[in-house]
């Protein structure tokens, strides 16, 4: 793998691309290995550490532009046709990501130039494992972060394999990931290891996990899966058509026995205020004695306030008795910037910009468990889904992926949903307007779903909620354990041999 210029970059860059179609849905797990162990090589024959990083950052290039592929899917939906906008944008955000794994490879390029006992066939691994998953973190934080698709979906296909994202998040995972996926670069001893551990890992999750169903259900709620296509969505001439459908569809044989009906992100179709005509309308969904929960754009009457985006709990008699607001927009697909603040520029830019809510929040009534809402692109966060207080007993995420068509986005977005349930040990009820609407429980396992495109309801009890998870009490400081962990091994052997050398 002596590769340089050019060539090492397309080799990157391939490679990068490869590893992307071992994420949801595909799968191709081998592509990984591949992927993966062509990073390593690359890194070994690097010359030095800007070589490194560039080639790192090739190889990211790669690989998130083909796994942001489907965001093209948002710039050709109808009447508003930006599809010249589609391309650059992806180009730019998969150059602007294809950093991170440079930076992983620039700085253990550097750390192992510096002490050359950490380059040995085992301990350049810990060491590039280390960096990736500080660089991944990172990722995950920058600029309010893009955790998409980290190393650790590549077992989603597989729930006992992602049950150590209870111990250490979704990070880690990847930590132990990278290891397993480069073990063939150390021979194969370390490919046998690595087999065995994926194997040890798979026989522990099995042993962890209860039997689908088994402990105390909650209350039965419904989920609403309408399907309107996002090109029809906010046309003035649908709203009532849309909201009756909503209502019709909730209130389907079994209303009378659920204690909540679902509905999901922007589900009514205009801005709800107080006081709105539209209130008494959806009453008409909220079942005796219990709630409706909805995704909606909620305005205070006043336009000056502006809009958030966000989830209403309405009640028999047409009151919000309680709300959530989005706190983590999407930048430039949300909210602009200081939209506010950059008047006559906003009145041209900001009009669709939501406002940014104040904390995420963990809500409870009498008759349902108490429960955190996260709206759509909020669930990739890891431990960032809950609210202050008491812990809840169950996660609600409304999203709406209609922009996204029959693209890969919404079944990487569904597995994001999978790993925070996995790592709260809480159950997730996901609410989504065109699929993929599910039930999933403590372990990340989906008991019912709705599929893509697919209009339909699901009635489910609320499955029971686990034992606070270690990442659930110390979210990533659990993760710097683990770095500590791997730092630790790798200082003892690496260093003191490079220092009895000199």
């Given at each position: 793998?002596?590769?340089?210029?050019?060539?090492?970059?397309?080799?990157?860059?391939?490679?990068?691309?490869?590893?992307?179609?071992?994420?949801?849905?595909?799968?191709?797990?081998?592509?990984?290995?591949?992927?993966?162990?062509?990073?390593?090589?690359?890194?070994?024959?690097?010359?030095?550490?800007?070589?490194?990083?560039?080639?790192?950052?090739?190889?990211?290039?790669?690989?998130?532009?083909?796994?942001?592929?489907?965001?093209?899917?948002?710039?050709?939906?109808?009447?508003?046709?930006?599809?010249?906008?589609?391309?650059?944008?992806?180009?730019?955000?998969?150059?602007?990501?294809?950093?991170?794994?440079?930076?992983?490879?620039g700085?253990?390029?550097?750390?192992?130039?510096?002490?050359?006992?950490?380059?040995?066939r085992?301990?350049?691994?810990?060491?590039?494992?280390?960096?990736?998953?500080?660089?991944?973190?990172?990722?995950?934080?920058?600029?309010?972060?893009?955790?998409?698709?980290?190393?650790?979906?590549?077992?989603?296909?597989?729930a006992?394999?992602?049950?150590?994202?209870?111990?250490?998040?979704?990070?880690?995972?990847?930590?132990?990931?990278?290891?397993?996926?480069?073990?063939?670069?150390?021979?194969?001893r370390?490919?046998?290891?690595?087999?065995?551990?994926?194997?040890?890992?798979?026989?522990?999750?099995?042993?962890?996990?209860?039997?689908?169903?088994?402990?105390?259900?909650?209350?039965?709620v419904?989920?609403?899966?309408?399907?309107?296509?996002?090109?029809e969505?906010?046309?003035?001439?649908?709203?009532?058509?849309?909201?009756?459908?909503?209502?019709?569809?909730?209130?389907?044989?079994?209303?009378?026995?659920?204690?909540?009906?679902?509905?999901?992100?922007?589900?009514?179709?205009?801005?709800?205020?107080?006081?709105?005509?539209?209130?008494?309308?959806?009453?008409?969904?909220?079942?005796?004695?219990?709630?409706?929960?909805?995704?909606?754009?909620?305005?205070?009457?006043?336009?000056?306030?502006?809009?958030?985006?966000?989830?209403?709990?309405?009640?028999?008699?047409?009151?919000?008795?309680?709300?959530?607001?989005?706190?983590?927009?999407?930048?430039?697909?949300?909210?602009?910037?200081?939209?506010?603040?950059?008047?006559?520029?906003?009145?041209?830019?900001?009009?669709?910009?939501?406002?940014?809510?104040?904390?995420?929040a963990?809500?409870?009534?009498?008759?349902?468990?108490?429960?955190?809402?996260?709206?759509?692109?909020?669930?990739?966060?890891?431990?960032?889904?809950?609210?202050?207080?008491?812990?809840?007993?169950?996660?609600?995420?409304?999203?709406?992926?209609?922009?996204?068509?029959?693209?890969s986005?919404?079944?990487?977005?569904?597995?994001?949903?999978?790993?925070?349930?996995?790592?709260?040990?809480?159950?997730?009820?996901?609410?989504?307007?065109?699929?993929?609407?599910?039930?999933?429980?403590?372990?990340?396992?989906t008991?019912a779903?709705?599929?893509?495109?697919?209009?339909?309801?699901?009635?489910?009890?609320?499955?029971?909620?686990?034992?606070?998870?270690?990442?659930?009490?110390?979210?990533?400081?659990?993760?710097?354990?683990?770095?500590?962990?791997?730092?630790?091994?790798?200082?003892?052997?690496?260093?003191?041999?490079?220092?009895?050398?000199?």
């Amino acid at each position: 793998m002596n590769l340089r210029g050019w060539r090492a970059a397309g080799a990157a860059l391939l490679a990068g691309a490869l590893a992307a179609l071992a994420m949801p849905p595909l799968y191709w797990l081998p592509l990984a290995v591949v992927g993966i162990v062509v990073f390593v090589w690359l890194w070994e024959t690097a010359p030095g550490p800007r070589s490194a990083l560039l080639r790192g950052w090739a190889w990211g290039i790669g690989h998130f532009a083909v796994g942001s592929y489907w965001i093209l899917e948002a710039f050709s939906v109808p009447p508003a046709d930006y599809q010249f906008l589609g391309l650059p944008i992806v180009a730019g955000l998969s150059v602007i990501l294809g950093f991170f794994p440079g930076l992983a490879a620039g700085v253990a390029r550097w750390a192992a130039l510096r002490w050359p006992g950490l380059a040995g066939r085992y301990r350049r691994l810990i060491l590039l494992a280390i960096t990736w998953t500080v660089a991944e973190w990172l990722r995950g934080h920058v600029f309010t972060g893009y955790p998409w698709n980290p190393l650790g979906h590549v077992w989603a296909f597989a729930a006992p394999l992602v049950q150590s994202a209870a111990l250490f998040g979704v990070y880690g995972l990847g930590a132990f990931t990278f290891l397993v996926l480069a073990a063939p670069t150390a021979g194969w001893r370390a490919s046998l290891a690595a087999l065995a551990l994926v194997g040890l890992a798979g026989s522990a999750g099995v042993a962890v996990m209860a039997p689908a169903g088994e402990g105390q259900p909650g209350p039965m709620v419904r989920i609403v899966q309408p399907n309107v296509p996002q090109s029809e969505k906010w046309r003035p001439e649908t709203q009532a058509r849309q909201l009756s459908k909503l209502i019709e569809m909730s209130r389907r044989d079994g209303f009378e026995r659920l204690a909540a009906v679902i509905w999901p992100e922007t589900a009514p179709s205009f801005i709800i205020e107080p006081g709105s005509p539209a209130l008494q309308v959806m009453a008409t969904a909220v079942p005796p004695g219990g709630y409706l929960l909805t995704g909606a754009a909620r305005g205070t009457g006043q336009r000056q306030d502006g809009v958030w985006n966000s989830l209403l709990v309405i009640d028999r008699a047409g009151a919000i008795v309680a709300h959530y607001d989005k706190v983590h927009l999407v930048p430039l697909g949300e909210y602009i910037p200081f939209h506010k603040q950059l008047a006559p520029v906003s009145g041209f830019i900001g009009r669709g910009s939501f406002e940014v809510g104040e904390q995420r929040a963990t809500l409870g009534f009498p008759g349902l468990p108490s429960f955190s809402p996260v709206i759509c692109y909020e669930v990739i966060f890891p431990a960032a889904v809950t609210g202050p207080g008491e812990r809840p007993r169950w996660l609600l995420n409304v999203t709406n992926d209609a922009w996204f068509g029959l693209s890969s986005g919404p079944y990487q977005h569904l597995v994001s949903a999978r790993l925070r349930a996995v790592e709260e040990g809480l159950p997730m009820i996901r609410a989504a307007n065109t699929g993929v609407s599910a039930v999933i429980d403590a372990y990340g396992r989906t008991l019912a779903s709705l599929d893509m495109m697919q209009e339909g309801t699901i009635d489910h009890r609320l499955p029971p909620a686990r034992q606070a998870t270690p990442y659930s009490l110390w979210g990533d400081g659990v993760l710097l354990g683990v770095l500590v962990l791997l730092g630790g091994g790798l200082l003892v052997g690496g260093v003191s041999n490079s220092r009895r050398r000199l």
